[in-house]
């Protein structure tokens, strides 16, 4: 069974300019999940989706930060405009209702 | 709102030594508590997961963890380790029934395994 699959893995970008992160969940899981992981930290979440509804995304910061997941499978994150501060790892995760979560490989944000 | 504490940032240890690695969170209710590892490279994985019944969980690669609910605890343990249990490796704690399935995680242990 193929896993959570995450595009690109690494990203480099100049302060300012805009970024999308995309996730392809595990077959016939419903929930997706986008977290941020800074170095040294765990992850954090910013938006939950169950199917195509977004149900939680009370620590997704609304000025820069936007999701979509239109046919309840795959999903876009997108930035903009990138600030210094948001250089971090992007991951995704995914499960079948309220189960385990399983995490993608995540892409790696360089803002310069 | 829940808080899961790992209490070692940094672990540096020799092969054929018994690693612990602590965790403690903080909620009240009832809740389903993770290990998650990442190998140097590689993406988060689940090393186990207890829900519910025997608060000894065993997981993959020898490692097991021991729910405490009077101490909030999630300890894992594994009683040998290997070169390749060099990994960080995440406490996560999901609060179960309110606000959907919001995995919070601890700030991660960095665990060296010296060959």
């Known amino acids: 069974e193929a896993g959570v699959v995450q595009s690109p893995r690494y990203k480099i970008i100049e302060k300012k300019q805009p970024v999308a992160f995309w996730c392809n969940p595990i077959s016939g899981h419903n929930t997706l999940y986008w977290y941020l992981q800074n170095l040294g930290q765990g992850p954090e979440l910013l938006i939950r989706?169950?199917?195509?509804?977004?149900?939680?995304d009370s620590q997704l910061p609304k000025d820069r930060f936007s999701a979509e997941r239109l046919k309840g499978v795959d999903s876009t994150l997108k930035i903009q405009p990138a600030e210094l501060g948001d250089s971090a790892v992007y991951l995704c995760?995914?499960?079948?209702?309220?189960?385990?979560?399983?995490f993608g490989p995540g892409t790696r944000l360089t803002v310069l | 709102a829940q808080s899961v504490s790992q209490h070692n940032h940094h672990v540096i240890l020799s092969e054929a030594a018994s690693l612990e690695l602590g965790c403690n969170y903080s909620?009240?209710?009832?809740?389903?508590l993770f290990w998650y590892v990442q190998y140097p490279g590689q993406h988060l994985q689940l090393l186990l997961k207890?829900?519910?019944?025997?608060?000894l969980v065993k997981g993959i690669k020898g490692f097991e963890a021991e729910f405490i609910k009077s101490k909030f605890s999630f300890n894992l343990r594994k009683p040998s380790v290997q070169w390749s249990d060099t990994a960080e490796y995440f406490c996560?704690?999901?609060?179960?029934?309110?606000?959907?399935?919001?995995?919070?995680f601890g700030g991660g242990t960095r665990v060296l395994v010296k060959p």
């Open positions: 996560a704690v999901n609060s179960r029934g309110a606000a959907g399935n919001k995995l919070t």
């Open positions: 995760a995914s499960s079948l209702l309220e189960g385990t979560q399983y």
């Open positions: 909620y009240g209710g009832t809740v389903n």
């Open positions: 207890y829900f519910s019944g025997d608060p």
């Open positions: 989706y169950e199917n195509e509804e977004a149900v939680d």
